[in-house]
T-cell receptor, first 114, second 112 residues
Framework: NAGVTQTPKFQVLKTGQSMTLQCAQDMNHEYMSWYRQDPGMGLRLIHYSVGAGITDQGEVPNGYNVSRSTTEDFPLRLLSAAPSQTSVYFC?????????????FGPGTRLTVT | ELKVEQNPLFLSMQEGKNYTIYCNYS?????LYWYRQDPGKSLESLFV?????AVKQEGRLMASLDTKARLSTLHITAAVHDLSATYFC????????????FGTGTLLAVQP
């Protein structure tokens, strides 16, 4: 049971480039989400999904796209990277109902946009 | 709009002392989370509080929830250096989703 995995761990992009951050979980969780963490601002929700084929925006969705074709995977796409997207990105997953609301976070991807 | 305020933002304390971190939130929620983060690492779940009056303890940390006051506290008893980390509270956004709104974190430095 690998939990929540993210790739890559580190990435440097030039302004205007696009890329996809990968997130996968093997716990059969319905709910998955992406957060970004900037210094002094805590974590902010970018996009989330309550199941395959269902996604919605969080607090800071601009510049990012998501899709959820399987229960296991929830990739985050940066369409045209900007320096303001330099951040640490965390993926999380959980069951969306029941008695356990525990959320499991991946190890993070550190992204620098120059 | 749900807002979460955490204080203090920075806490320097001596080993052996007690202290409390406060987490206030602005609208009704049915779940409150506490996480620990070490530098360069991911978030480690400490507590999930689901009801008014809930109290959970693990080692030197104890968390409580007062939903009427919209306040959670994380109490540290007899701090040790190993507790040095950043602590976040997060509030469930409610409804059928598990969206979390995070506080800005409290950087705890325990001095010998």
């Amino acid at each position: 049971n690998a939990g929540v995995t993210q790739t890559p761990k580190f990435q440097v992009l030039k302004t205007g480039q696009s890329m996809t951050l990968q997130c996968a979980q093997d716990m059969n969780h319905e709910y998955m989400s992406w957060y970004r963490q900037d210094p002094g601002m805590g974590l902010r929700l970018i996009h989330y999904s309550v199941g395959a084929g269902i996604t919605d925006q969080g607090e800071v969705p601009n510049g990012y796209n998501v899709s959820r074709s399987t229960t296991e995977d929830f990739p985050l796409r940066l369409l045209s990277a900007a320096p303001s997207q330099t951040s640490v990105y965390f993926c999380a997953s959980s069951y969306s109902s029941g008695t356990s609301y525990e959320q499991y976070f991946g190890p993070g991807t550190r992204l620098t946009v120059t | 709009e749900l807002k979460v305020e955490q204080n203090p933002l920075f806490l320097s304390m001596q080993e052996g002392k007690n202290y409390t971190i406060y987490c206030n939130y602005s609208t009704t929620s049915d779940r409150l989370y506490w996480y620990r983060q070490d530098p360069g690492k991911s978030l480690e779940s400490l507590f999930v509080l689901l009801s008014n009056g809930a109290v959970k303890q693990e080692g030197r940390l104890m968390a409580s929830l007062d939903t009427k006051a919209r306040l959670s506290t994380l109490h540290i008893t007899a701090a040790v250096h190993d507790l040095s980390a950043t602590y976040f509270c997060a509030v469930g956004g409610g409804g059928a989703t598990n969206k979390l709104i995070f506080g800005t974190g409290t950087l705890l430095a325990v001095q010998p």
